[in-house]
C-alpha cells in the first residue's frame, strides 16, 4: 500500500459499497464474506433468492435477510437486502440500481457467492437442470460483471482510460493524478472444481471461471481486478455425515473449511493490499486433494 492510500472510514457515507451476491443464509460462504467486507470498512448490498433455498434439502432460514442485515449494521455498515431471481435477465439491472440507490453510490466491488447446485450426472441431468444452472451461474454472472462493467468510474487512483477511441473530459479534473498502474475496483467469483457427479453445476462454474478472468483483462482500462476463488470444500449445512469424514480425511490440516477461511482471502483481494493479485484462480482448500 503505497503512502497516498487510505483505508476504508470506518462508518459514515465514504465507505466504499460492495455487492454480494447468493447471501440468503446466515451460515453460508456469502454471509461470512459480508461480515468480513462490513468489519473492514465497507457498506454492503446483498442478494438472495428464498425459492431456492426453499426448494433445497437445507430448506430456507426464516427471517436471514433480515438478521445478516442486522449483524453488519451493528459493524458499521449501511446495507440493502435484494431479493432477486437471477434466472430473470433483467434481475442484474435492477439489482444494481436498486444498491445505487439504497446507499447512495457506485459498487465498488462484486463479489459473486450465487450457486444453482443440485446433483446429478451424465446420464441423469435433464436439459432444464442443465439450462437452469447455466442460467444463474454462468449467464447471470456475466451480466453482473458487465453491468458493474458499464457502470464502474473508478475513484482517485484507479488506472487512466486507455481504451482505443476514448477522449479526455472537456471538464478540468481537480482529483490528484492517479497513480499509473493502480487498481480500485474489485471483482471476485467463487467457483468449484466439483463436476464428477455433478455435472450441470461443475461446467457452468467452469465457464464463470473463464468468463471472470477476462474481466480481469477486458475491464483493466476502468482499474478493475477479477479472481476467482475456489474454497474447496466448505460445510455450510449441505454435507451428510460419510461425506464430511472423507473430505476431513482427504485435507492435510484434517478439518474443513469455513465460510471466515473463505472470506479472509476474498476480503485480501478487495483490499488496496490485493491489487496486485489480479486475473488468477486461487485455491483456499487447506491442501484438500481434488
Known sequence: MTNTEQRPPASGPDRPIALITGVGRSIGIGAGIARRLAATGWDVAFTYWTPYDRRMEWGAEPGAAASIEKELAEAGARTAAIEADLTDPDAPTRIFD??????????????????????????DTTVEAF?????????????????????????????????????????????????????????????SDHTVGNLPYGASKGALDRITLAAAHELAHLGVTANVV???????????????????????????????????????????????????????????AS
Open 98 to 123: 436498486e444498491a445505487e440507490q439504497r446507499l447512495g453510490g457506485q459498487v465498488t466491488a462484486l463479489v459473486l457467492s450465487h450457486a444453482e447446485s443440485v446433483d446429478s450426472g451424465l446420464l
Open 230 to 288: 475456489n474454497p474447496g470444500p466448505v460445510d455450510t449445512g449441505w454435507m451428510n455425515d460419510e461425506l464430511r469424514e472423507t473430505l476431513v480425511r482427504g485435507t492435510p490440516l484434517g478439518r474443513l473449511g469455513t465460510p471466515l477461511d473463505t472470506a479472509h482471502l476474498v476480503g485480501f483481494l478487495c483490499s488496496p493490499e490485493g491489487q496486485w493479485v489480479n486475473g488468477q484462480l486461487l485455491k483456499s482448500n487447506g491442501g484438500a
Open 131 to 191: 439450462d437452469r444452472h447455466f442460467a444463474v451461474n454462468s449467464r447471470a454472472s456475466w451480466l453482473l460483471i458487465r453491468e458493474y462493467g458499464l457502470r464502474f468510474r473508478g475513484a482517485p487512483g484507479t488506472t487512466k482510460d486507455t481504451t482505443p477511441g476514448t477522449t479526455p473530459s472537456p471538464t478540468p479534473d481537480t482529483t490528484p493524478s492517479p497513480t499509473p498502474g493502480t487498481a480500485t475496483g474489485r471483482i471476485v467469483a467463487l467457483t
